[in-house]
């Protein structure tokens, strides 16, 4: 299975966004504690305050005779330290509650929500008591408790976490955005690269990347301008030597089809007549060789027959003088005549091709028939149409494109490449230093689809018109 593809602006942010909340939570964390501590240091105070009360109270007592005798009375403190939530009480020597005074619960206090109570209880024990002894001389006389009740604590804790939560989330979105923005600023040049590589991958070696202010994507430009310069230079070499051997190429075929002619050819003509005089000797004189003879007149009319095909195809027809469209139909009649109706050729033309380059057209006529031979060879088919169409210039490309293209209905199973030989490599090769491409379509259910597109070199399209021939 893939693995997911995540935006890299996303991820970062993501990223960043995790990053604050573990802050945020530690914020939040950090001021519960301080929401504890501030608590218990406001219990530890008023359980001393009250205890020194108290110890007063004790000396009052024992200094003045006959006072009335009221302890303890809390009340004198309670008016000064009393607040929503908060018990202060007297515990006696003996461990008995004497008095014992508490304060409502503020009306704001609402209850929180179980899961944060149960938590909070369990990590910092709300409601525990604050002790201070109240002395009186040597002695100790009793405890001043003080506390403050554990929902007004909780409810209080959870207000000002809620609060808090509030806030951080909003810091959080608010900061994601501004990452997410600042980050799809930063990488805005990379949509430039992503183009300028498209058009690389497309065949475009004329594309280059502007200057960046980022340091990191200005060595990526400059990387990738030179390796698309290096590239253009090594493709144009290549093309350049390609037309050479291409070239070279078709001056052999043409030497070596003269070759042909004029030595195999002068030579089967000889037997031929040789064959015939000795026949017409061997009718009068010896009848017995008649059969040796036929056979040998038979021979030298095939070899004569397979010699006019290699050298159709070692040597095309004058491409200049009759023209590429009526070549191609000479091709294909060819084929049909040799194929001896077991495979039906056809072809389609679509435009005018009287304007184009000599050199050019008997290009087109090469690609031509190496794609329709290949398809006699290894297609196994029935049927094999060549269809060659002018296409005029669009807006995305100012140059017209010649197609040629041929399908047929044989077997393309198996590795093409293979196949084909050096057949398919030599007409890609050709196909290439013309400035075209080469694309193969085996998705139907038989047979092979070859589509070649060439441009045509400037000033040589024409209006388009159609027509059909078989």
Excluded at 173 to 189: E, Q, S
Excluded at 268 to 290: D, F, N, R
Excluded at 316 to 325: K, M, Q, T
């Amino acid at each position: 299975m893939p693995a997911l593809k995540v935006d890299l602006k996303l991820r970062l942010s993501l990223r960043v966004a995790a990053l604050a909340a573990l802050c945020f939570t530690a914020a939040a964390a950090y001021a519960l504690f301080e929401t504890d501590r501030s608590a218990r240091e406001r219990a530890d105070s008023v359980a001393e305050l009250v205890a020194r009360d108290l110890a007063l109270q004790q000396n009052q007592i024992s200094w003045v005779r006959g006072a009335p005798i009221q302890f303890p009375d809390l009340q004198r403190v309670a008016a000064a330290l009393m607040a929503p939530g908060l018990c202060i009480a007297y515990r006696a020597p003996s461990g008995e509650i004497v008095q014992r005074l508490c304060s409502g619960v503020a009306p704001d206090d609402a209850s929180a929500p179980r899961l944060f109570a149960d938590l909070y209880q369990r990590v910092f024990d709300a409601g525990r008591e604050s002790v201070r002894p109240v002395g009186f001389g040597t002695e100790t006389h009793g405890e001043a408790v003080a506390s403050i009740d554990r929902q007004s604590l909780i409810a209080q804790s959870w207000r000002e976490t809620s609060r808090l939560a509030v806030i951080m989330a909003g810091a959080l979105v608010g900061l994601c955005v501004l990452v997410y923005a600042t980050l799809a600023d930063a990488l805005r040049p990379t949509l430039a690269i992503r183009a300028g590589l498209e058009r690389l991958a497309a065949g475009d070696l004329s594309a280059r990347l502007p200057p960046f202010d980022l340091a990191e994507l200005s060595a990526v430009g400059n990387v990738f301008n030179h390796l698309a310069g290096s590239l253009q230079t090594t493709l144009s070499e290549r093309n350049a030597l390609t037309g050479r051997l291409i070239v070279v190429q078709d001056e052999e075929r043409q030497h070596l089809a003269r070759e042909l002619h004029d030595e195999f050819g002068q030579c089967l003509a000889a037997i031929s007549a040789v064959a015939a005089s000795a026949g017409q000797t061997a009718q009068l004189e010896c009848p017995a060789l008649m059969p040796e003879c036929q056979s040998i007149a038979r021979t030298a009319a095939h070899m004569m027959d397979a010699l006019r095909g290699a050298l159709l195809r070692l040597r095309s027809p004058d491409v200049d003088e009759l023209g590429l469209a009526a070549s191609l139909e000479g091709l294909v009649a060819g084929w049909n005549m040799r194929s001896g109706g077991r495979t039906r050729f056809s072809i389609e033309l679509s435009g005018e091709f009287g304007a184009l380059p000599r050199d050019f057209a008997a290009n087109l006529y090469r690609v031509a028939q190496e794609a329709i031979t290949n398809a006699a060879k290894h297609a196994q088919a029935s049927r094999v149409t060549l269809h060659l169409r002018m296409q005029e210039a669009t807006a995305a490309d100012h140059r017209a494109h010649i197609e040629i293209a041929v399908d047929d209905d044989g077997q393309a199973g198996g590795d093409l490449t293979l196949k084909s030989g050096m057949g398919l490599l030599g007409m890609r090769e050709r196909i290439t230093a013309l400035g075209g491409r080469l694309s193969l379509d085996t998705s139907r259910p038989s047979g092979l689809v070859l589509c070649a597109q060439i441009p045509v070199p400037p000033a040589a399209a024409r209006p388009s018109e159609t027509r059909d021939a078989a």
